[in-house]
């Protein structure tokens, strides 16, 4: 009777209790938003890794994302890629909260969930350093520098970097991401190291994949791998970075008792990298590796240094054997042939690896083999390498003494504007001005310099703070992570790796994949998840800050599809099938899209009446004033028009900015010539003979520099001499200055 009035008691409280259905369907319904949300978490995650992924592997194969021409492309696919993040992410995360909204009320609710996705969630601290270096270069673009498109340029390859590191650390924020960034690194490295292999294995046939060469200094073998970055050396520091990080996976494998599958699927691309490391033939690349390894193997355990050997050592081996054979063949061997020396070595690498780990793990005298084995194959892979490169090694002074003349040059650069620096591309704008000897140098060949020289010591100074930062954060969570890293680093400041955006990627990639390892072992996804629904006060920054990412990135794509039109139009103005008209209506467009570039403004000028040519040389010159091409060109126009003391200043300028070119040094005396002739039968007689008098002095200084380059021991890479041609122009010129006038002298251009 007790449980009987009980149970009534129950039946009478819920039957009375009008609420009851309600709270039923508020449970249901939070239960079904729980399960919707975490649904939406997954596919959240699925979306932003195959995004960020694609952006690597784009990168990638877009030549390591070297050309400006490549960026803009890419800086549209992130900044979409964002803008559907962003839009999804409102969609899921929003909708509770935008319920009876309207208007204005709802954009500004879009704006501080935008706020709190990137403030909140993204770790923004992250993106701060490229965009940074973003906005320095903007202000460059603002103030004045040597080259505004330059500028430009740069400022929308650190946007890039800006917005791919946004979505990065991203991903690194939500549950699982590790494994995406563990994916998108071994699809990367694979591709690129895979790739490159097969191509020297005469396989898979890369357009300009390998360098060839007679130059002994250049190459030992005569063919050095370049694979799909083009540059051996950038190539060489990449694969060194991917070969590091799948070394300490292998390591940490063999440093317990694993069975067979585990332990080949992480050793299994080390030998391919470490043999398309020793083809790139890059010694720069060769001793940022060697000095990473030496500091993975310090910062190893001590019951950990031994497996790192003992994982490097039938790998390493094999892959000398491989270079050698391929080396042999200049990087040309039969197919099949070429297969199936990659196969065997391959398949030794894997054996080796299997054999020395089950010796570690059995008896004492097991262990003796082993290190043994290990000891060996060290000497025998030594031996292979430096034995094929000892010509090289032996020759290769004079490309180190070029380089650090090109290194006094630039240091003498720097200190003209050393807190903010010249701009973006100011060693390819200025080399030639300021190089004491003709050397062919677009590139400085160090990022540290290059950067000091766009940024100042402003930009270095976050150049730095990005790299502690980075490392501090890795030494942290992901020490193992480290020596690729370090290879990143210090090849750069050897070498103009850093002028690749996909390195600067790779280096992205790496610190998102250091913030995403907590993540993974301690699953902090769903902590963090109510940082989503924190009151957020005061609003107006919140609102702001979302405004100005949306600003940003819709500016970015902007300025970067003007300059992916201004480049369509223009080559299809300068393709062969186009004509005078049809030529003149697409350069107009390319130069709307795009003014700031002297090449598109010389092509626009040569087809309008010479005053009006050249008031858009003279305009282009304001964004652009240490170019050579654009003072050539205002010098001919002038001496065609009869301004022969004009065009003899405009001359004077282009020879000062680029003296060791032959080209531009007998096509100034040629239009001197002709400005002169012009004048005389103007009836100018004594302005021609000024004319050409300062015709003269310009052949005497091209004389003068020519038999000191002459006699001189440096070297001469862009074959400066004095001509045939410009020794008749100089004897013209002095008829013209000195002599009775001449009917006959030179007709055509040079």
């Known amino acids: 009777m007790k449980g009987e009035k009980s149970d009534n008691k129950v039946k009478w409280s819920k039957s009375n209790d009008s609420n009851w259905p309600d709270r039923v369907g508020k449970v249901v319904q939070a239960n079904q938003r729980i399960g919707f949300s975490r649904l939406s978490e997954a596919a959240l995650t699925v979306v932003l890794g195959l995004m960020a992924v694609v952006l690597l592997l784009a990168g990638c194969l877009r030549g390591g994302l070297f050309y400006f021409s490549d960026v803009n492309p890419m800086v549209l696919m992130a900044t979409g890629s964002a803008f559907v993040w962003f839009i999804l992410f409102i969609m899921v995360f929003n909708v509770p909260h935008t319920s009876g909204q309207l208007g204005m009320a709802l954009w500004l609710n879009y704006l501080k969930r935008l706020y709190v996705a990137i403030m909140q969630y993204a770790h923004f601290r992250w993106m701060f350093w490229p965009l940074a270096m973003a906005v320095w270069f903007g202000l460059h673009v603002w103030i004045g520098s040597v080259s505004v498109q330059g500028s430009m340029d740069e400022m929308l390859r650190w946007s890039f970097l800006a917005i791919f590191a946004l979505l990065t650390v991203t991903l690194a924020a939500r549950a699982n991401g590790a494994r995406w960034f563990a994916w998108g690194w071994q699809m990367a490295g694979g591709l690129l190291v895979l790739s490159g292999v097969l191509n020297a294995c005469g396989v898979l046939p890369l357009p300009y994949g390998v360098m060839r060469t007679a130059d002994p200094e250049i190459s030992s073998a005569g063919a050095r791998l370049g694979g799909l970055l083009q540059y051996p050396n950038a190539y060489g520091a990449v694969v060194g970075m991917y070969a590091l990080e799948r070394l300490a996976a292998a390591a940490r494998v063999m440093a317990r008792p694993a069975v067979a599958g585990r332990l080949i699927a992480a050793a299994l691309p080390l030998m391919p990298a470490q043999a398309a490391l020793l083809l790139s033939e890059s010694r720069g690349a060769w001793l940022a590796t060697g000095c990473a390894a030496v500091a993975a193997f310090a910062l190893q355990r001590r019951g950990a240094r031994l497996p790192l050997l003992l994982a490097t050592a039938a790998p390493l081996a094999c892959a000398a054997w491989l270079y050698r054979q391929l080396a042999a063949a200049q990087l040309a061997p039969a197919p099949v042939p070429g297969l199936l020396a990659l196969a065997g070595a391959w398949a030794a690498a894997l054996l080796g690896t299997l054999l020395l780990c089950r010796l570690w793990h059995s008896g004492a005298r097991a262990r003796a083999a082993a290190h043994a084995a290990t000891v060996l194959a060290g000497v025998i892979a030594a031996t292979v390498a430096v034995g094929s490169t000892a010509d090289r090694m032996a020759a290769g002074v004079g490309t180190g003494l070029s380089r650090l003349q090109m290194w006094r040059d630039a240091l003498k650069l720097w200190t003209e504007a050393a807190w903010l620096g010249h701009g973006g591309e100011t060693w390819r704008s200025m080399f030639r001005a300021i190089q004491s000897s003709p050397y062919v140098g677009g590139e400085v060949h160090n990022g540290l310099l290059d950067l000091a020289l766009d940024t100042g010591l402003i930009g270095l100074m976050l150049i730095a703070g990005w790299f502690f930062f980075t490392l501090r954060t890795m030494w942290g969570r992901a020490p193992q992570l480290l020596p690729s890293v370090i290879v990143f680093v210090l090849h750069g400041a050897m070498d103009f790796d850093w002028s690749f955006a996909f390195l600067w990627m790779m280096f992205i990639w790496l610190a998102g994949w250091a913030l995403s390892t907590p993540t993974l072992q301690h699953g902090t996804a769903d902590l963090k998840r109510p940082c989503f629904f924190r009151p957020l006060n005061p609003w107006p920054p919140r609102i702001f800050t979302g405004l100005f990412i949306m600003l ?168 400066f001499e004095l001509g045939e041609d410009a020794l008749r122009y100089g004897n013209n010129l002095r008829l013209l200055a000195f002599g009775p006038f001449a009917p006959e002298v030179t007709r055509k251009s040079p």
């Not at 080559?571 to 003014?595: I, Q, W």
């Not at 282009?620 to 205002?634: H, I, K």
């Not at 000024?690 to 015709?695: C, D, F, I, N, V």
């Not at 520099?705 to 001469?716: F, I, K, M, P, W």
């Open 552 to 719: 940003w990135l819709g500016g970015t794509a902007w300025l970067a599809g003007q300059h992916l039109a201004a480049e369509h139009q223009y080559r299809l103005a300068m393709s062969k099938v186009t004509g005078g008209d049809e030529r003149k209506v697409l350069l107009t467009a390319a130069y709307k899209f795009n003014p700031y570039r002297p090449d598109i403004a010389i092509s626009l000028s040569r087809t309008f009446p010479a005053k009006k040519a050249e008031s858009i040389l003279v305009q282009s010159l304001s964004f652009s004033p240490v170019s050579p091409q654009l003072y050539g060109e205002l010098g001919r126009l002038a001496a065609q028009s009869g301004r022969g003391e004009l065009a003899g200043n405009y001359f004077e300028q282009a020879l000062a900015l680029n003296r060791f070119d032959t080209s531009s040094q007998s096509q100034a005396l040629y239009w001197m010539e002709q400005a002169s002739r012009r004048e005389r039968a103007a009836g100018y007689t004594a302005r021609g003979r000024q004319t050409a008098s300062a015709g003269v002095r310009i052949y005497k200084r091209y004389r003068k520099l020519a038999e000191e380059v002459a006699a001189g021991q440096e070297r001469n890479d862009r074959r």
